[in-house]
């Protein structure tokens, strides 16, 4: 997790004498570049005159930027947005105080091929665009001078993802301070728990064996209950009444550890973890702190839409939210690690997570045929020990994953040795958490029949369930679960009907961007769209998964049973729309269906949980359907006709904003009719107007096969929608946002800044 002062006093980091600087300083180092987009001879020399570069503050995605192209060279991968080179350059001030101290820079994530240098020296490079890692700056840093640190990004050589990856220094950047000792890691694992103790052991390494280390543990209302002092760098603690992490109620701990010397203090970091049991059982399934519960998971990719992959917080927080709502409670991480700050809400909010590392190993992938497979044998060590070593103090994560439908062959001894390379590895660096894989057709693979399955912790399959209930009826010893899967009924009832069965992730929470056809840019079988409005299919697993009370109503948009499920009561041509074909998705005992308050029939809750299905002569109005448990309502909804446009209607996800990356308010954008009711056919252009100190960071409609800017102060609407994402630049004052279209009065939004 990410260990981070975040008092005031940072800014004093380069003014004081070094030995007065007790401890761990760490600087945001996010504001402050300039930026290049396309190759510059000599821009890692200090010297280098940047003053027409463009000035901007990371994280940045410059691929999100567009435009959109059918012959871009990253194809329907990447979403057929911009690849290239970009530079990105950084001047700062270290004054002689500073002299004896050790100074590193931290980037959580640079996409692609990143080289680093400082005042002219080459760091290092780093191919993997989602690894964490740092540089030692101080031996080439000049103390008391201008320094100037470069940065190039490489994502030329295309295809090189399946799936959408940005462009730049996407993620979160930071300068460290510390002496030159230091505690490089801190770790902290549930030894043991009950509801009388719980036994801790922590790992603090420190390269060297030659000082104090001394950690305080406080609970979750900040109280001291536990502290350790001495020279060892492994010991255990033991926690009174200890409060569990669980996903109903995401209790955390904080661990402050010290480093200290001949009595000065020479580091100190602040850890973030959870006390919880977790485990898998070959009969049962999954346990967290002794509850059996099953998996309700999503796959997620890094993108977040209009944003790309440079991604604020609140977004996050936003579709996480949306996810819960639809019953989902476990992420996959596909196909890569993720933002550290991704598991940081995870652990806020309640979520189990299966981490990730890679979507290939040494064999190439369609449409992404120059991607990690020419990078694996040499980074794969690197990369997950960055992975498993900054996340594993998350309570959050139950399970690793190494890989994703893997090309290799796994029906060899290189295949073999390769996976328990992986699995040891981990194993080696945190050995409280299960491997998998998510295994493709296996039965090709001969996984099961060669003795590779078995040497999975977890037998991780990419759908076809009932080939992997076989495997487990086969070998009831076995440890299964559903690493990828589709949104059908088949899938939903492997997972219900089978206790061993520990859990599912669903191909999408969210649709992301790339992995479609020209002129689609975006994969859209997902529970919510890329402006979190739900699909069918959230609406369907929302009955499936939730434990409160569900009733949705949907529609085929085609006359007769035909064209797609749509949630509205608004045909498109109602004089060709004369018979209509009804769906309500209910987890109630029983539901009926009223047209214009006249009854269509009551319908029980089918034994395999299919939707309940009606077929009714279309007339305007409006489609209620009510939930009964026991003959007592309990949940019901209503689709109305919708009439011409007459008003925009604007909500916010934030009414006060700060001003950091991570801030962000998404304001949809809606158009009603007379009576308030969404009017989901045709499309209005909609134009914004912010006033005050903040800017409209992006714009989206959901529109899987739009090729509009995302930054352009306009938006047209999609099935009566749009979403603009606002962020403020000032801390103090207030922002107007205006939305208006031709013919409809506008309307506005305040928003208050921090």
């Keep these: 997790m990410r260990r981070t002062r975040l008092a005031a006093l940072l800014v004093l980091i380069f003014a004081l004498p070094a030995w007065a600087l007790d401890g761990r300083v760490t600087q945001d180092f996010d504001a402050g570049w300039r930026f290049l987009k396309g190759d510059a001879k000599g821009a ?70 990143a080289e680093v240098w400082i005042n002219g020296k080459r760091l290092g490079q780093r191919p993997y665009g989602y690894s964490s890692y740092s540089y030692d700056l101080t031996p080439h840093l000049k103390v008391g001078g201008a320094n100037v640190l470069a940065v190039r990004v490489d994502n030329s050589v295309q295809p090189a993802s399946r799936y959408y990856t940005g462009a730049g220094i996407y993620r979160h950047v930071r300068l460290v301070s510390t002496a030159p000792q230091f505690l490089q890691s801190v770790f902290i694992a549930t030894q043991s728990v009950t509801n009388e103790t719980a036994t801790l052991r922590v790992q603090a390494d420190a390269g060297k064996a030659d000082a104090s280390i001394s950690t305080s543990i406080y609970d979750p209302s900040g109280k001291e209950v536990a502290r350790h002092t001495g020279a060892a760098s492994t010991f255990e603690l033991n926690i009174p009444a200890p409060q569990r992490w669980g996903l109903s109620s ?20 602040t850890t973030r973890f959870g006390i919880r049991s977790a485990r898998f059982d070959a009969d049962t399934g999954f346990w967290l702190n002794d509850e059996n519960i099953k998996l309700y998971g999503v796959c997620l990719h890094h993108d977040g839409g209009a944003v790309g992959a440079a991604v604020p917080l609140d977004v996050w927080r936003y579709r996480l939210g949306k996810l819960k709502e639809a019953g989902v409670n476990a992420i996959r991480t596909s196909h890569n690690p993720v933002a550290p700050e991704f598991l940081d809400l995870a652990d806020e909010m309640g979520f189990l997570v299966m981490d990730e590392t890679f979507d290939t190993w040494t064999a190439a992938k369609q449409f992404g045929e120059q991607g990690y497979n020419r990078f694996f044998s040499q980074w794969w060590e690197a990369d997950t020990r960055s992975m498993v070593v900054r996340d594993r103090n998350h309570p959050s994560i139950v399970l690793y994953s190494v890989g994703n439908e893997i090309h290799d062959d796994l029906n060899s001894p290189e295949g073999f040795r390769k996976y328990a390379q992986q699995q040891d590895l981990i194993h080696q660096l945190d050995p409280t958490r299960p491997v998998t894989m998510g295994l493709f057709r296996p039965a090709l693979s001969k996984v099961y029949e060669n003795g590779f399955a078995d040497t999975m912790d977890i037998i991780g399959q990419n759908y076809r369930p009932k080939e992997l209930i076989a495997v487990h009826q086969a070998k009831p010893t076995r440890k299964v679960i559903g690493t990828e899967n589709d949104h059908s009924l088949e899938q939903w009832l492997a997972l219900r009907d089978n206790p061993f069965y ?35 299919f959230g609406l369907q697993r929302q009955s499936w998964w939730s434990r409160q009370p569900v009733v949705h109503i949907v529609r085929r948009d085609g006359n007769a049973g035909a064209g797609n499920w749509v949630a509205d009561w608004t045909p498109r041509d109602p004089d060709s729309y004369d018979e209509a074909q009804v769906a309500v998705y209910s987890n109630a005992e029983e539901v009926e269906l009223f047209l214009n308050d006249k009854s269509l029939g009551v319908k029980k809750k089918p034994a395999n949980d299919a939707p309940r299905i009606w077929t009714t002569a279309y007339a305007a109005g409006a489609l209620r359907a009510e939930a009964r448990n026991g003959g007592r309502a309990v949940a019901s909804e209503t689709l109305r006709t919708a009439g011409a446009p007459a008003s925009i209607a604007l909500t916010t996800t934030r009414q006060r904003l700060g001003t950091s990356f991570d801030d962000a308010a ?78 409809l009065p506008s309307a506005t939004l305040t928003l208050s800044t921090e």
């Design 666 to 743: 998404l304001v949809e954008v809606r158009v009603l009719d007379a009576q308030g009711t969404l009017v989901p056919v045709g499309s209005l252009p909609i134009s914004f107007k912010l006033d005050g100190a903040g800017r409209i960071a992006a714009v989206d409609n959901g529109d899987a096969n739009s090729h509009a800017s995302y930054q352009a102060p306009q938006c047209a609407s999609y099935a009566g929608r749009c979403l603009a994402i606002v962020k403020a630049t000032a801390a103090k004052g207030r922002l107007v946002f205006t939305a208006s279209a031709p013919n």
């Design 250 to 269: 995401p209790r955390l701990y904080r661990a402050v550890t010290q480093l200290r010397k001949d009595g000065k203090l020479l580091d100190e970091q």
């Design 44 to 113: 890692e020399q200090p010297g280098f005159r940047d003053e027409a570069w463009r000035s901007l503050a990371v994280p940045h995605d410059w691929s999100i930027e567009g435009p959109y192209d059918q012959a871009a060279p990253a194809g329907r991968g990447g979403g057929y947005l911009p690849t290239g080179i970009g530079w990105y350059r950084k001047r700062f001030t270290v004054p002689k105080d500073e002299a004896g101290r050790s100074v590193r820079i931290e980037f959580d994530g640079i996409m692609a091929n």
């Design 502 to 536: 520990a859990g599912q992730f669903l191909w999408t929470g969210f649709a992301y961007l790339g992995e479609a056809d020209w002129p689609a840019t975006t994969w859209n079988n997902a529970l919510f769209n890329r402006i979190g409005s739900w699909t069918h």
